[in-house]
Each structure stands twice: as C-alpha cells, then as structure tokens.
C-alpha cells in the first residue's frame, strides 16, 4: 500500500512530488536522510534529556528558590502532564502544516523556555516555563518521527528509527550523569542553560537540512471537540497516576479522576466515529500489529521507568553513592542501549519485528527478576550485569514498537501516530512509578513494623511509624540527630533490609509485566504503510 508524497523543497510552499527510492538522488544536503536523522536527534535529545536530568537539580532549586516539597514535584509533574497531554494533538498538527516547521517551532520554544527557566528567580516562574517545555516538546517529538518516515525508504527505516531510539535511550539514561556534574560543579541554572546551545545548533541545522514532507491526504481540518475531549482525558488519567501515591489507590480523588479519563476515552471514541476528518481514525487500530505496538510501549516503560526509578534510590540511599557516581554505574545500561539500538534496527530490517521484540521482552524480564535478587551488599559487577541486561532488553522493543506503530499507520497520519508512541510511553511511566511505587508502600508498610521490633528497637507511636515508613520507601534511614551510633547503625540496617524488600518485590512486578509483554510481542508484524514515505533521497 503506497501514497503520493509532496515535498516543500525549500520551505517556501512549492512542493514537487516525491522521488521513489531508486531514482536518481538530490544534490546537496537538503532533505538527505541522514543528515535529516542527525538534526531530528539534536532536537529530539534536549526533551529526552529533560526527562530525568532535572530530578538531580530539584533540591538545588528547592533550597535556592525557598521553594516547597510540592512546588519541587510540579517541577517534574507539569513537565510531563503539559508533554503526555499535547502529543497527539502536536502530532496531528504537523501533519497538517508540515512536520518541519512543527519541529522547528517546538525546538525553539523548548530552547528559550529552558533559558527563561535559568534566569527565573522564583518557583513559580520556573512551573510555568517547564509547562511551555513541555508544550514545546509534545510539538517537537512527533515531528521528529514523521520526518523520518517521510525521509527514508522502507529498507533503512528500522536502522534510523535504532538510531532515534539510541539517542532517547541514551539521553533517558544519561540525565542523571549529566545533571550530577552539572549541579556539582556549576549550577542548578546550567542544567537548563545548556539546551539553548544544543536548540541553536538543531534549528540551524533545521533550516538547512530538513524539508517539509507531507502526505497527498494530509488532513486539512482540525477536529476541535476530539482535541478538548480526548486532552481532558490525557489530564484526568496521568494527573491520577501522578497524585496515586500521595492521595492513595483506594482514595475517592483518585478514583474520581480513573473515572472521568475512562468516561471521556469511551465518548472521544464515540465522537471520533462520527466526526468527518477525526484526530485519529479508529480505522487505525484495526492493525492488530499497531495496537500491539502501542500496548508494547506502555509496558516495556512500567518497566523501565518503573525499575529505574527505585534503582536510583537503590544507588544513592543504600549504597551511599553521589548522583554522578550512581550514573557511573547506570553506564551498562546506557552503553547496551546506544550499542544495541542501531543493531536491533538492523536485526528488524533482516527479520521482521517480532523475533528481536520477543527477544527483547525477554531478556527485559530475566534483567528485571536479576535486580529483584539486589542486596545491600551487592556488588558493582554483579550490578552491572543487570543493567547491561536490561539495556540489551529495552533496545529493541524502544526501536521495534516505533516501526511497528508508525509503519503500520498510513504517511498522513505519521504525526499522529508519533504521537501515539510517544504518549504511550508517557502513560507506560507514569503508570510504572505510580503502580511500582504503590508495591514499594505496600511492602514496606508490611513489613517495616515487624523488622522494627525484631531488631528491639524502641517503639514508635503512629505518627513516628508513618513517618519512617515514607523514609524507608526510597531507602533513607529515619535516624533522628543526637541517637547513638549502635542503634542508628541497627535503623540503617531494618530501613535499607526493609527497603531492598520492597524493591525486590516490585521489580518482580515488574518482570511480570515484561512476561506478558513478551506474549502481546507475538502479535506484532512489519509495518503494512512503510513504503509509502520514504525515498526523498537515494541512499
């Protein structure tokens, strides 16, 4: 099944067909897939970056700001609710005006509200400028994705998309690194300052390489009440993974809000079968293998957002380790992911998606049930292993469902279906924080009162009790100033054992997820529609 293609070869609204893959290449560098795909990962980089480089600058900016434990989770929480609210609509957007000037917006706004939140004096300038980032971001990450399939012909679009996912992969992972050194030795400021050279160096690249794709059925009306209705939904659902553990799973407010997004899925859905030119076709997951796609980002990111979240903790709080050094240790992970992202892609484009996605569920279980068996007293190589397991498990899954999601959906619709991947990753973290995190409470609620008392120390009235309880849960000893030494070692030792309980069980959780991702891997097939976008360009 193929398309007719249009391209604005300079951005200036002339648009001349496509040139199928085997015809005679265009001269320079504009539109040159490659050259495409390295300026889509500089942009696509800063969003991924921010994604986890901030968690290491938020009490840096609590203390310098006077800023409050809740104005710190709005730091992170409006990021993420402002990009998982805003992806599909952003995606739909560049399919209507052409995912390079989409891209080029979104990178330029990301850039200067990352500056704007370096030269912000209060918390609440830096809220709203990390809600605009994430606006900015939902803009860029579709685009990004809908440029590639218009750019490469189907043969080398599993190998970008590896490439792609190394650079999110790697940007995920590597945050914690960066922002280490970053607030170590500079600044708090520097950890945002620093996208404003990276965005300078995409958009310039942006302007120079990139042509604007678009499909000959690209829609040419919004469908206004679906955006409302289907945004609201997005808000209600992670807005209650976000508040889940403060608020509590069995909490009226919780409910009310897993409610109301099931309430308004079910009528966007309605609405969406009745409206002339939808957000997103229901027609679309009729492909059994698309919606495998999507079901498959949702757990492969429980899993690893999930996992990742108490592994820093884990690091950090148990071993004592600095952020820089506990990103140290996270490099396995990082190295088998930008290692084996372009392999899984390759590996795609002999084989077909299924055998590396099954392959890669797999392996993300047997890495996941690995760090379940983590002591405090583990060591380094041990360590290592399993994270360099789990990052040779995420590779292709990150790089399989992409290609079966946006290969199984037609050109016109590559911004929409970006944005599916994406928000399904989105949701995949928020739920595998919350869902993991309330498995953490549950243990350690379980289990802490039973150690204590086992250990002989003394005992702790309900206040007390709830109070170590929320300290154990990521790993730090509830030792009041001025106790003895032999009894704050025997509390160091109940709250890391009583911590390393929960992990243990939540990473089983997690593995259990990954099992059965590994079955919905079976349904996945190569995608029916990637022909129809790539060959711009002759490789």
Same mark, same amino acid.
């Given at each position: 099944?193929?398309?007719?293609?249009?391209?604005?070869?300079?951005?200036?609204?002339?648009?001349?067909?496509?040139?199928?893959?085997?015809?005679?290449?265009?001269?320079?560098?504009?539109?040159?897939?490659?050259?495409?795909?390295?300026?889509?990962?500089?942009?696509?980089?800063?969003?991924?970056?921010?994604?986890?480089?901030?968690?290491?600058?938020?009490?840096?900016?609590?203390?310098?700001?006077?800023?409050?434990?809740?104005?710190?989770?709005?730091?992170?929480?409006?990021?993420?609710?402002?990009?998982?609210?805003?992806?599909?609509?952003?995606?739909?957007?560049?399919?209507?005006?052409?995912?390079?000037?989409?891209?080029?917006?979104?990178?330029?706004?990301?850039?200067?509200?990352?500056?704007?939140?370096?030269?912000?004096? +209060?918390?609440? &300038?830096? $809220?709203? =400028?990390?809600?605009?980032?994430?606006?900015?971001?939902?803009? /860029?990450? !579709?685009? *990004? #994705?809908?440029?590639?399939?218009?750019?490469?012909?189907?043969?080398?679009?599993?190998?970008?998309?590896?490439?792609?996912?190394?650079?999110?992969?790697?940007?995920?992972?590597?945050?914690?690194?960066?922002?280490?050194?970053?607030?170590?030795?500079?600044?708090?400021?520097?950890?945002?300052?620093?996208?404003?050279?990276?965005?300078?160096?995409?958009?310039?690249?942006?302007?120079?390489?990139?042509?604007?794709?678009?499909?000959?059925?690209?829609?040419?009306?919004?469908?206004?009440?679906?955006?409302?209705?289907?945004?609201?939904?997005?808000?209600?659902?992670?807005?209650?993974?976000?508040?889940?553990?403060?608020?509590?799973?069995?909490?009226?407010?919780?409910?009310?809000?897993?409610?109301? +997004?099931?309430? &308004?899925? $079910?009528? =966007?859905?309605?609405?969406?079968?009745?409206?002339?030119?939808? /957000?997103? !076709?229901? *027609? #679309?997951?009729?492909?059994?293998?698309?919606?495998?796609?999507?079901?498959?980002?949702?757990?492969?990111?429980?899993?690893?957002?999930?996992?990742?979240?108490?592994?820093?903790?884990?690091?950090?709080?148990?071993?004592?380790?600095?952020?820089?050094?506990?990103?140290?240790?996270?490099?396995?992970?990082?190295?088998?992911?930008?290692?084996?992202?372009?392999?899984?892609?390759?590996?795609?484009?002999?084989?077909?998606?299924?055998?590396?996605?099954?392959?890669?569920?797999?392996?993300?279980?047997?890495?996941?049930?690995?760090?379940?068996?983590?002591?405090?007293?583990?060591?380094?190589?041990?360590?290592?292993?399993?994270?360099?397991?789990?990052?040779?498990?995420?590779?292709?899954?990150?790089?399989?469902?992409?290609?079966? $999601?946006?290969?199984?959906?037609?050109?016109?619709?590559?911004?929409?279906?970006?944005?599916?991947?994406?928000?399904?990753?989105?949701?995949?973290?928020?739920?595998?924080?919350?869902?993991?995190?309330?498995?953490?409470?549950?243990?350690?609620?379980?289990?802490?009162?039973?150690?204590?008392?086992?250990?002989?120390?003394?005992?702790?009235?309900?206040?007390?009790?709830?109070?170590?309880?929320?300290?154990?849960?990521?790993?730090?000893?509830?030792?009041?100033?001025?106790?003895?030494?032999?009894?704050?070692?025997?509390?160091?030792?109940?709250?890391?054992?009583?911590?390393?309980?929960?992990?243990?069980?939540?990473?089983?959780?997690?593995?259990?997820?990954?099992?059965?991702?590994?079955?919905?891997?079976?349904?996945?097939?190569?995608?029916?529609?990637?022909?129809?976008?790539?060959?711009?360009?002759?490789?």
């Amino acid at each position: 099944m193929t398309s007719q293609t249009t391209i604005d070869t300079a951005g200036s609204g002339d648009k001349a067909p496509v040139t199928p893959s085997g015809a005679t290449p265009a001269k320079g560098l504009r539109g040159h897939p490659w050259f495409t795909l390295i300026t889509v990962a500089v942009g696509v980089m800063m969003v991924a970056l921010d994604g986890t480089i901030v968690a290491i600058a938020n009490p840096a900016i609590q203390k310098d700001l006077n800023a409050s434990f809740a104005d710190v989770q709005w730091i992170t929480n409006g990021y993420f609710l402002a990009l998982a609210v805003c992806l599909i609509t952003a995606g739909k957007l560049g399919d209507r005006f052409g995912h390079r000037q989409t891209f080029l917006i979104g990178v330029v706004g990301f850039a200067a509200a990352s500056g704007a939140i370096g030269l912000s004096s +209060s918390i609440a &300038l830096v $809220i709203v =400028f990390r809600v605009l980032q994430g606006l900015f971001g939902a803009l /860029l990450m !579709p685009a *990004a #994705l809908g440029l590639l399939r218009a750019t490469f012909p189907a043969e080398k679009l599993n190998m970008a998309i590896g490439i792609w996912g190394m650079v999110i992969g790697a940007s995920t992972a590597g945050g914690p690194i960066l922002g280490g050194v970053l607030v170590e030795h500079v600044n708090w400021q520097s950890v945002f300052f620093i996208n404003v050279p990276v965005g300078v160096l995409a958009v310039a690249l942006g302007v120079w390489i990139l042509l604007d794709h678009r499909a000959e059925k690209a829609p040419r009306s919004f469908d206004i009440v679906g955006i409302v209705v289907l945004s609201v939904a997005m808000f209600c659902l992670v807005w209650a993974l976000i508040k889940a553990p403060e608020w509590g799973w069995g909490d009226g407010k919780t409910w009310l809000f897993l409610v109301l +997004s099931v309430g &308004l899925f $079910i009528g =966007f859905a309605l609405w969406e079968t009745k409206v002339r030119e939808p /957000l997103i !076709p229901l *027609a #679309l997951f009729r492909s059994v293998s698309l919606s495998a796609g999507v079901v498959l980002m949702v757990l492969m990111a429980i899993a690893f957002m999930g996992g990742l979240f108490f592994v820093t903790f884990y690091l950090q709080n148990v071993h004592g380790m600095s952020p820089v050094d506990a990103g140290l240790h996270l490099l396995p992970l990082t190295g088998m992911m930008i290692v084996g992202s372009p392999l899984a892609g390759a590996a795609i484009t002999k084989l077909g998606p299924r055998v590396p996605l099954v392959a890669g569920m797999a392996f993300t279980a047997l890495a996941m049930y690995g760090i379940s068996t983590l002591e405090t007293d583990t060591g380094s190589g041990m360590m290592s292993l399993w994270f360099a397991l789990l990052g040779l498990g995420l590779a292709p899954v990150m790089v399989g469902a992409t290609e079966v $999601i946006v290969g199984n959906a037609p050109m016109e619709l590559s911004g929409v279906a970006g944005g599916l991947q994406q928000s399904a990753m989105q949701i995949g973290g928020s739920l595998g924080t919350a869902v993991l995190g309330a498995v953490m409470a549950s243990k350690v609620d379980s289990d802490l009162p039973g150690n204590w008392a086992d250990a002989g120390l003394p005992p702790l009235t309900p206040e007390q009790a709830d109070q170590a309880s929320e300290a154990v849960q990521v790993g730090v000893a509830p030792v009041e100033q001025g106790t003895p030494d032999q009894i704050a070692a025997q509390i160091t030792g109940v709250a890391h054992d009583t911590f390393i309980s929960g992990m243990s069980l939540a990473s089983l959780t997690a593995a259990g997820v990954a099992v059965v991702a590994v079955a919905v891997a079976f349904l996945a097939k190569r995608g029916e529609n990637a022909d129809a976008g790539g060959g711009a360009v002759h490789i």
